[in-house]
């Protein structure tokens, strides 16, 4: 129900934009956000984005990232000057919460716990 794409290879200070699909149940969400897992680290949230359109980032991504829905179905996440410290797999996901909560972006950027419903991932390279 979640599905990923836009991954790729860039050189540091470029940009790459990722692209979920969402159907079914996730569409009715009230949050979705962008997790990345490098390999032997834990799996963090790096942005999110509440049903009322308001967004949160990670410290490490403010003024690089930008997560929007383009349209109903689509969840994006425009990164740019993209660092050595960015490579990851990033996952979409969503919490699959049909019942409207009044929540702020700021309520979205949770753990992975939180988030019931998740893609398969895309992976995103960095080169210096």
């Known amino acids: 129900q979640l599905e990923e794409s836009g991954g790729g290879s860039v050189e540091t200070g470029g940009s790459l934009r990722l692209s979920c699909t969402a159907s079914?149940?996730?569409?009715?969400?009230?949050?979705m956000a962008w997790f990345r897992q490098a390999p032997g680290k834990e799996r963090e949230v790096v942005a999110a984005?509440?049903?009322?359109?308001?967004a949160s980032y990670l410290d490490a991504v403010k003024d690089r990232f930008t997560i929007s829905k383009d349209n109903p179905d689509t969840l994006s996440l425009h990164m740019s000057n993209l660092k050595l410290d960015d490579p990851a797999m990033y996952y979409c996901a969503a919490d699959g919460v049909s019942a409207h909560l009044p929540l702020r972006g700021s309520d979205c950027l949770r753990e992975t716990e939180f988030y019931g419903y998740w893609g398969q991932g895309t992976q995103v390279t960095v080169s210096s």
């Open positions: 984005l509440a049903s009322d359109g308001s």
């Open positions: 079914g149940y996730t569409y009715t969400s009230n949050c």
